[in-house]
């Protein structure tokens, strides 16, 4: 294998890596097939294999819009990195105990004051009514 073909260090897991540069070989293809040459049944085909391999597809469209050259990895790295941090912020997220009792449970996790958030403010009986 010629040295080059893969950086000596990357992020995350190995499986990681070849996600990212699937994603990153199929948003080149749209962008070939989309913009340069306007072939719609080739696009379509490309965004149903993305579906296929549930491809992240704001992910893909950001990739597209915001990268002015599809074959330049360290501009596609860019836009894609902060992608990634908002994917792994959300899943730290997800495994706190609240969120995962939230999901048990199927209700959101209680604000500071400890209420059902759709429950209306407790209200003191008015003077003289009786209650």
Not at 8 to 21: C, D, I, L, P, V
Request: glycine letters at 10%; proline letters at 5%.
């Amino acid at each position: 294998m010629a040295s080059g073909c893969f950086p000596h260090q990357f992020e995350g897991s190995f499986s990681a890596f070849k996600e990212r540069q699937l994603v990153f070989a199929l948003t080149r293809q749209l962008a070939d097939a989309q913009f340069r040459r306007g072939d719609r049944s080739q696009s379509e085909r490309l965004w149903q294999e993305a579906a296929a391999e549930a491809m992240d597809a704001e992910r893909i469209i950001a990739l597209l819009f915001g990268v002015h050259d599809h074959d330049d990895p360290a501009a596609m790295e860019a836009v894609d990195r902060p992608w990634r941090e908002l994917q792994r912020e959300a899943l730290r997220r997800a495994g706190t105990p609240l969120a995962r009792l939230a999901r048990l449970t199927g209700r959101r996790p209680a604000g500071r004051s400890g209420g059902h958030g759709s429950a209306r403010p407790r209200q003191a009986p008015l003077a003289g009514s009786g209650r």
